[in-house]
Protein backbone atom coordinates (compact mmCIF):
# COMPACT_ATOMS: atom_id res chain seq x y z
CA UNK A 1 0.00 0.00 0.00
CA UNK A 2 1.19 3.15 -1.15
CA UNK A 3 0.94 6.88 0.38
CA UNK A 4 -0.27 10.27 -1.07
CA UNK A 5 2.29 13.10 -1.09
CA UNK A 6 -1.15 14.54 1.12
CA UNK A 7 -0.22 11.72 3.36
CA UNK A 8 -3.66 10.04 2.32
CA UNK A 9 -3.77 6.99 1.06
CA UNK A 10 -4.94 6.06 -2.85
CA UNK A 11 -5.76 2.56 -2.17
CA UNK A 12 -9.63 1.80 -2.11
CA UNK A 13 -11.56 1.33 0.78
CA UNK A 14 -11.79 -1.89 3.26
CA UNK A 15 -14.56 -4.07 1.87
CA UNK A 16 -15.79 -2.28 -1.46
CA UNK A 17 -14.51 -0.79 -5.08
CA UNK A 18 -12.84 2.12 -4.98
CA UNK A 19 -14.62 4.25 -8.53
CA UNK A 20 -13.50 7.49 -9.28
CA UNK A 21 -16.10 10.51 -10.05
CA UNK A 22 -15.31 10.66 -13.68
CA UNK A 23 -16.45 6.90 -14.24
CA UNK A 24 -19.05 7.63 -11.99
CA UNK A 25 -20.35 10.68 -14.97
CA UNK A 26 -19.22 8.10 -17.72
CA UNK A 27 -21.96 5.23 -16.14
CA UNK A 28 -24.35 7.75 -15.66
CA UNK A 29 -24.24 8.73 -19.26
CA UNK A 30 -24.35 5.56 -20.35
CA UNK A 31 -27.41 4.47 -18.88
CA UNK A 32 -29.17 7.54 -19.70
CA UNK A 33 -28.57 6.72 -23.43
CA UNK A 34 -29.68 3.05 -22.83
CA UNK A 35 -32.98 4.63 -21.68
CA UNK A 36 -33.32 7.17 -24.21
CA UNK A 37 -32.07 6.04 -27.17
CA UNK A 38 -35.26 3.53 -27.64
CA UNK A 39 -38.22 5.95 -26.62
CA UNK A 40 -36.55 7.99 -29.28
CA UNK A 41 -36.84 5.44 -31.79
CA UNK A 42 -40.28 3.93 -30.25
CA UNK A 43 -41.55 7.87 -30.80
CA UNK A 44 -40.18 8.34 -33.92
CA UNK A 45 -42.68 6.19 -35.81
CA UNK A 46 -45.47 7.40 -34.47
CA UNK A 47 -44.61 11.02 -35.11
CA UNK A 48 -43.69 10.33 -38.80
CA UNK A 49 -47.09 8.01 -39.32
CA UNK A 50 -48.99 11.29 -37.55
CA UNK A 51 -46.46 13.88 -40.28
CA UNK A 52 -47.92 11.27 -43.12
CA UNK A 53 -51.11 11.41 -42.37
CA UNK A 54 -51.45 14.98 -42.07
CA UNK A 55 -49.44 15.37 -45.65
CA UNK A 56 -51.80 12.85 -47.58
CA UNK A 57 -55.15 14.59 -46.11
CA UNK A 58 -53.53 18.31 -46.68
CA UNK A 59 -53.10 16.93 -50.33
CA UNK A 60 -56.55 15.65 -50.92
CA UNK A 61 -58.09 18.42 -49.86
CA UNK A 62 -56.13 20.25 -52.08
CA UNK A 63 -57.05 17.95 -55.02
CA UNK A 64 -60.83 18.67 -54.18
CA UNK A 65 -61.60 21.26 -56.83
CA UNK A 66 -63.68 24.33 -55.16
CA UNK A 67 -67.23 24.23 -56.09
CA UNK A 68 -68.22 26.88 -58.82
CA UNK A 69 -70.48 29.54 -58.05
CA UNK A 70 -73.97 28.93 -58.28
CA UNK A 71 -75.99 31.17 -60.92
CA UNK A 72 -79.20 32.45 -59.43
CA UNK A 73 -82.18 32.22 -62.14
CA UNK A 74 -84.29 34.94 -61.86
CA UNK A 75 -88.33 34.56 -61.72
CA UNK A 76 -88.94 34.52 -65.75
CA UNK A 77 -92.03 36.53 -66.64
CA UNK A 78 -94.68 34.21 -68.71
CA UNK A 79 -95.33 34.76 -72.32
CA UNK A 80 -98.67 36.80 -73.07
CA UNK A 81 -101.19 35.96 -75.41
CA UNK A 82 -103.67 38.75 -76.63
CA UNK A 83 -105.58 38.10 -79.36
CA UNK A 84 -103.78 36.60 -82.23
CA UNK A 85 -99.82 38.69 -80.69
CA UNK A 86 -98.03 36.08 -78.30
CA UNK A 87 -95.07 38.26 -76.76
CA UNK A 88 -92.38 37.04 -74.81
CA UNK A 89 -91.12 38.19 -71.68
CA UNK A 90 -89.71 41.76 -71.85
CA UNK A 91 -86.27 42.40 -71.91
CA UNK A 92 -85.35 45.87 -70.59
CA UNK A 93 -82.14 47.90 -70.50
CA UNK A 94 -81.61 51.76 -69.53
CA UNK A 95 -79.27 54.39 -68.88
CA UNK A 96 -77.81 57.42 -67.59
CA UNK A 97 -78.31 59.29 -70.66
CA UNK A 98 -75.64 58.39 -72.56
CA UNK A 99 -75.53 56.65 -75.57
CA UNK A 100 -75.01 53.43 -74.40
CA UNK A 101 -77.55 51.38 -72.67
CA UNK A 102 -75.36 50.02 -69.59
CA UNK A 103 -77.87 48.55 -66.93
CA UNK A 104 -80.11 45.45 -67.48
CA UNK A 105 -81.91 45.64 -63.39
CA UNK A 106 -84.01 48.89 -64.44
CA UNK A 107 -86.81 47.41 -63.24
CA UNK A 108 -90.15 47.50 -64.94
CA UNK A 109 -92.11 50.31 -66.26
CA UNK A 110 -96.15 48.62 -66.14
CA UNK A 111 -98.01 52.21 -67.28
CA UNK A 112 -96.40 51.53 -70.66
CA UNK A 113 -95.59 48.04 -70.91
CA UNK A 114 -99.52 48.07 -70.76
CA UNK A 115 -99.57 50.54 -73.27
CA UNK A 116 -97.40 48.30 -75.32
CA UNK A 117 -99.36 45.45 -74.90
CA UNK A 118 -102.55 47.62 -76.02
CA UNK A 119 -100.77 48.55 -78.90
CA UNK A 120 -99.84 45.22 -79.98
CA UNK A 121 -103.38 43.76 -80.37
CA UNK A 122 -104.94 47.01 -81.62
CA UNK A 123 -102.51 47.13 -84.43
CA UNK A 124 -102.36 43.61 -85.15
CA UNK A 125 -103.75 43.90 -88.45
CA UNK A 126 -100.72 45.47 -89.74
CA UNK A 127 -100.02 41.53 -90.71
CA UNK A 128 -102.18 40.09 -93.07
CA UNK A 129 -104.51 37.74 -91.71
CA UNK A 130 -103.14 34.55 -93.49
CA UNK A 131 -99.57 35.36 -92.62
CA UNK A 132 -97.95 34.26 -89.52
CA UNK A 133 -94.36 35.24 -88.07
CA UNK A 134 -92.30 36.58 -85.90
CA UNK A 135 -90.60 39.95 -84.99
CA UNK A 136 -88.87 41.51 -82.31
CA UNK A 137 -89.75 45.48 -81.50
CA UNK A 138 -87.44 47.61 -79.84
CA UNK A 139 -89.03 50.52 -77.73
CA UNK A 140 -87.26 53.23 -77.16
CA UNK A 141 -87.93 56.02 -74.49
CA UNK A 142 -86.73 58.91 -73.11
CA UNK A 143 -88.45 60.64 -70.76
CA UNK A 144 -87.16 63.94 -71.86
CA UNK A 145 -89.04 63.89 -74.96
CA UNK A 146 -92.66 63.87 -73.31
CA UNK A 147 -95.55 63.01 -75.86
CA UNK A 148 -92.44 61.89 -78.45
CA UNK A 149 -90.21 59.78 -75.81
CA UNK A 150 -91.63 56.59 -77.53
CA UNK A 151 -90.35 55.26 -81.00
CA UNK A 152 -90.54 51.33 -82.19
CA UNK A 153 -87.98 50.06 -84.31
CA UNK A 154 -87.89 46.26 -85.56
CA UNK A 155 -84.62 44.44 -85.22
CA UNK A 156 -83.07 42.33 -88.48
CA UNK A 157 -81.82 38.85 -86.11
CA UNK A 158 -84.70 36.18 -85.50
CA UNK A 159 -87.04 38.10 -87.93
CA UNK A 160 -89.25 35.61 -89.42
CA UNK A 161 -92.33 38.86 -91.04
CA UNK A 162 -91.47 40.30 -93.81
CA UNK A 163 -89.43 43.99 -93.47
CA UNK A 164 -92.19 45.71 -95.19
CA UNK A 165 -95.03 44.44 -92.94
CA UNK A 166 -92.38 44.68 -90.02
CA UNK A 167 -91.63 47.90 -90.35
CA UNK A 168 -95.35 49.32 -90.79
CA UNK A 169 -96.15 47.13 -87.44
CA UNK A 170 -93.86 49.61 -85.77
CA UNK A 171 -94.71 52.77 -86.99
CA UNK A 172 -98.17 51.77 -86.07
CA UNK A 173 -97.18 51.34 -82.45
CA UNK A 174 -94.91 54.11 -82.48
CA UNK A 175 -98.67 56.37 -83.37
CA UNK A 176 -100.35 54.13 -80.66
CA UNK A 177 -98.00 54.54 -78.21
CA UNK A 178 -97.15 58.23 -78.36
CA UNK A 179 -101.16 58.57 -77.74
CA UNK A 180 -100.36 59.11 -74.29
CA UNK A 181 -97.22 60.36 -72.44
CA UNK A 182 -95.66 58.00 -70.34
CA UNK A 183 -96.22 58.29 -66.65
CA UNK A 184 -94.45 55.75 -65.01
CA UNK A 185 -91.61 56.75 -62.10
CA UNK A 186 -88.25 56.17 -62.97
CA UNK A 187 -84.86 55.88 -61.90
CA UNK A 188 -83.50 56.65 -65.62
CA UNK A 189 -84.07 58.85 -68.24
CA UNK A 190 -83.45 56.41 -70.73
CA UNK A 191 -85.11 53.09 -71.33
CA UNK A 192 -85.04 50.39 -74.12
CA UNK A 193 -87.55 47.48 -74.53
CA UNK A 194 -86.94 44.61 -76.33
CA UNK A 195 -90.94 42.56 -77.50
CA UNK A 196 -90.77 39.93 -79.56
CA UNK A 197 -94.21 39.82 -80.93
CA UNK A 198 -95.26 36.68 -82.74
CA UNK A 199 -98.28 36.46 -84.51
CA UNK A 200 -100.79 33.93 -85.61
CA UNK A 201 -102.66 33.29 -88.99
CA UNK A 202 -106.42 33.87 -89.29
Excluded at 11 to 29: L, N, T
Excluded at 64 to 70: D, E, K, N
Excluded at 126 to 148: A, Q, W, Y
Aim: proline residues 7%; charged residues 20%; contains cysteine.
Amino acid sequence: MSLALDGKSDAPPRGGIFVPRVQMAGIFAIGAALVAVPLYFWRRPAAEAETAAETVATAAESSVPLAAPVAVARPQEAPITNGRVTIAPLVRSCSDGSAQMLQTDCGALPALEKNLERALQTTSTCVPSMESGSVTFVINVDFRKHLKAVSVSNERDGRTLRAKVARQCAAEITRVMRASEPTDPHDHPRYRIAAQATYAAR
